[in-house]
């Protein structure tokens, strides 16, 4: 089992950057792959960015393509996903996931961080 625990979000206008980070504990870290994922009030957990165990391998939701870049150090133990440009629709609670597949479905990750306030101010 994985332990996450995500921090960095916080209050941004529109255009903004904002960084956020999971820390990661527990057996086998590196062999997980790594995923973001978001859920707007009313809405549905999305998927955000996924990374690979090796990091050589990363894929992204069209609507932050472009402007979201995740990234691990596995020496580290963390995951990152630097946004930039961000909109008020970015607006939602990120989190930060973990499992053996990198995948899109909520499904491929087994261990959750408890999430952290993205808020962007249009």
């Known amino acids: 089992q994985v332990q996450l625990v995500e921090s960095g979000g916080g209050l941004v206008q529109a255009g903004g950057s904002l960084r956020l980070s999971c820390a990661a504990s527990g057996r086998a870290f590196n062999t997980y792959a790594k995923g973001w994922f978001r859920q707007a009030p009313g809405k549905e957990r999305e998927f955000v960015a996924a990374i690979s165990w090796s990091g050589r391998t990363t894929y992204y939701a069209d609507s932050v393509k472009g402007r979201f870049t995740i990234s691990r150090d596995n020496a580290k133990n963390t995951v990152s996903l630097q946004m930039n440009g961000l909109k008020a629709e970015d607006t939602a609670v990120y989190y930060c996931?973990?499992?053996?597949?990198?995948?899109?479905?909520?499904?491929?990750?087994?261990?959750w961080g408890q999430g952290t306030q993205v808020t962007v101010s249009s």
């Open positions: 996931a973990a499992g053996k597949e990198t995948a899109a479905r909520i499904s491929a990750y087994e261990s």
